[in-house]
Nanobody, 126 residues
Framework: VQLQASGGGLVQAGGSLRLSCAAS????????IGWFRQAPGKEREFVAA????????RYAESLKGRFTISRDNGKNMVYLQMNSLKPEDTAIYYC????????????????????WGQGTQVTVSS
């Protein structure tokens, strides 16, 4: 398994969750890790991304201030801290590994990522 996402669950609106993504093998050697989410009947959308080397980050504009991405190089882990959750945040959350945006890759485009985790369900109740 190259990427393993975990940490999803059921939370009330206003609550918090922290998702984890464990990277190994070729996925760990990729330059960046991105989080995406997909709600039923909707397209997969970009959430946040981070580079392994310097920890540079990118966020979906609509999620800035509520979501924070971080990484632990020693543990080969990437985290997504989600605060002030809303029912519209309900989705399956995926982590993916791919090239950094510094190489010209469009970090918002899911097709630019080479490896994907299995996803973890986040459900926010109102």
């Amino acid at each position: 398994v190259q990427l393993q996402a975990s940490g999803g669950g059921l939370v009330q609106a206003g609550g918090s969750l922290r998702l984890s993504c464990a990277a190994s093998g070729r996925a760990r050697r990729a330059d960046a890790i991105g989080w995406f989410r997909q709600a039923p009947g909707k397209e997969r959308e970009f959430v946040a991304a981070i580079t392994w080397n310097f920890g540079n980050t990118r966020y979906a504009e609509s999620l800035k201030g509520r979501f924070t991405i971080s990484r632990d190089n020693g543990k080969n882990m990437v985290y997504l801290q989600m605060n002030s959750l809303k029912p519209e945040d309900t989705a399956i959350y995926y982590c993916a590994a791919g090239p950094s945006w510094y190489s010209g890759s469009n970090y918002r485009d899911p097709t630019r990522y080479d490896y994907w985790g299995q996803g973890t369900q986040v459900t926010v109740s109102s």
